[in-house]
């Protein structure tokens, strides 16, 4: 079947780190799926954060970056630098080529950014 | 100005009571869906619509029933509710095309279920 997998549910990283989120997934019967990442900041609802909807290509938004990576099944989501105001949980997730765009969601990894 | 709100946001339900989550989006999307979180899980979906009238099963329809009485509401029923769907319950609208559209998504609603 089609399905996500982010493998760390929780993740702490000091102000000024790196950040990489893995996500990989399984789009059998999609084929050449949509990818997202889609973010709930504290006290917000589920917003788009970036995407790509082409193999090889990469998406950027607010300082995040992520590559579609067909030969590995990965979009992995980085940040060189992150910040208090990152902290929220992030949600890889993709959709097939239908008209419904029906989304498949990771389980979601929580973001912690200490000071 | 919110494009997709949800009603109520906080309900609590007995165990064989007749439950009824309202969403309304005015993006003027056709494709609408309902979605349940929880701890552990992504959201997964439990039905959709692609225009009034219409209702299509996702991947957890057991239990659940949708109307999409026209193009702005939809609405997710509960006609028997159990413990297990305590939850939180979230309403999204998106385009109709195969663009790599995203959807929108409310609020949530947070269902228990005793």
New interface residues.
């Given amino acids: 079947g089609d399905s996500v997998t982010q493998t760390e549910g929780q993740v702490t990283v000091s102000e000024s780190k790196s950040l990489i989120i893995n996500c990989t997934y399984s789009a059998t019967s999609i084929g050449y799926p949509n990818l997202f990442w889609y973010v709930r900041y504290p006290g917000e609802g589920l917003q788009l954060l970036l995407k790509v909807i082409t193999a090889g290509q990469k998406g950027s938004s607010r300082g995040f970056e992520a590559t579609y990576n067909k030969e590995a099944t990965s979009f992995h989501l980085q940040k060189a630098s992150v910040q208090e105001s990152d902290s929220a949980v992030y949600y890889c997730a993709l959709s097939g080529m239908s008209n419904y765009n029906v989304l498949y969601f990771g389980s979601g990894t929580k973001l912690t950014v200490e000071p | 100005e919110a494009a997709v709100t949800q009603s109520p946001r906080n309900k609590v339900a007995v165990t064989g009571g007749k439950v009824t989550l309202s969403c309304n989006q005015t993006n003027n999307h056709n494709?609408m869906?309902w979605?349940r979180q929880d701890t552990?899980?992504?959201?997964?979906?439990i039905h959709?619509s692609?225009g009034a009238g219409s209702t299509?099963k996702?991947d957890i329809p057991d239990g659940y029933k949708a109307s999409r009485p026209s193009q702005e509401n939809f609405s997710l029923i509960l006609e028997l509710a159990t413990p297990s769907q305590t939850s939180v319950y979230?309403c999204a609208s998106?385009?109709?095309?195969?663009?790599?559209?995203?959807?929108y998504?409310?609020?949530?609603t947070r269902l228990t279920v005793l």
Wanted: hydrophobic share 15%; aromatic share 24%.
């Fill in positions: 494709n869906y979605y552990g899980h992504g959201l997964r979906l959709y692609y299509e996702g979230f998106g385009h109709t095309g195969t663009g790599g559209y995203e959807q998504f409310g609020p949530g």
